[in-house]
């Protein structure tokens, strides 16, 4: 078939840094967003695909060349992916020393002069100084260099396909097609310990740009430090809000960030809306659903196997209610194909999709009898241990 495979190795994951009211997770295709001022239900209306840093992360080291199609975290990225048929986008925000909420992924930024590399912590940099590195706004004007640290140690050249320069929160509800739901990550540093007074100015000036901007956008918030995410959900009560976790694929100093059901304590003692888990978790130990389901939580993942259709599908079966996934483009017209079958496809057919300005075959809905889902259910904790 036309689809392209993904070597899951080649797919890396989601790095690190990273009052009980229900609210609703709408799907930016199919509601007006969360209603300013009164609180409603927690729903999820179908299952969610959000694309993670846009049209996907950059893997510099992959020999994939989709994962280095589009510059992350830029409105390049962002506008691409609102081409596919998703409902959010993920993206991290970091606020800068003179308190500019921008968009940016790793605690550390590095540029080379004159044969060195030097970095510079991204929240010690001024507004100005951040927007100096790489691609710039002004044509003709050259930017600094800009490299980047891989999980190996090695630094490289930050080279992608399509590149553009890096943005501000604000930019981006003004860049970016209104109709796009934004999954907006708070970025801490996993090494770094925050005073509650600093997680509060930080916050603050984050919040202040999305209430002044995001008018009906849907928003959800997400974050792998338990106190920020609780403190967010303190200072407002008009996004849903969630706590993200690796559930034990690392193991942390603060025991909140270990396992699933430490996640499931910080979400109830801080009264959020859901968990964001990698999805090896979900895998490993399928019967958590049940119990965050149970507790009336809302579950999302992410991860590598988020690349892989099948297991994609599976979630759907488990019922984890959406995706954060890095292949957009074919992960969101595999998600259509499966949740809106047509006749052609329930007869196994293979369907034509658009995706974007391309055209490009994807398999039908994937048909399992019960004995076979049992046995996938039984395989695949095994397979994801190797």
Known sequence: MALKAVHVSDVPNLDH????????????????????????????PKFLVIGHRGNGMNALQSSDRRMKAFKENTIASFNAASTFPIDYIEFDVQVTSDDFPIIFHD????????????EN???????????????????????????RKNKDGTIVSWNVETDDYFCTLEEAFQKVSPSLGFNIELKFDDHVVYQK???????????????????????????????????????????PVFFLTNAGNEIYNDARRNTLEEALKVCLEGGLQGIVSEVKCIFRNPGAVHK????????LTYGKLNNVPEAVYMQHLLGVEGVIADLVQEISVVVSNMLKPSSKEESGEVKLLQGGEEQFEVEAKPQFSQRELSFLLKLIPELIQQ
Request: hydrophobic share 40%.
């Open 292 to 299: 965050i389901k149970e507790a009336k939580l809302s579950l």
């Open 17 to 44: 840094v990273q009052e009980n009211a229900t609210l609703s997770l709408f799907s930016a295709r199919f509601s007006h967003g969360v209603e300013m001022g009164r609180e409603v239900k927690f729903e999820a």
């Open 121 to 147: 912590r991204v929240t010690d940099l001024s507004l100005s100084e951040f927007l100096s590195y790489g691609s710039q706004r002004e044509q003709n004007k050259l930017g600094k260099p800009l490299l």
């Open 197 to 239: 007074q600093h997680l509060i100015h930080v916050l603050d000036a984050i919040l202040n740009v999305v209430f002044e901007h995001a008018r009906d956008r849907p928003i959800v918030f997400s974050s792998f430090h338990p106190d920020a995410i609780q403190l967010v959900r303190k200072l407002q009560n008009h996004y």
């Open 107 to 118: 605690d550390f930024i590095f540029s080379e002069d004159k044969g060195i590399v030097y």
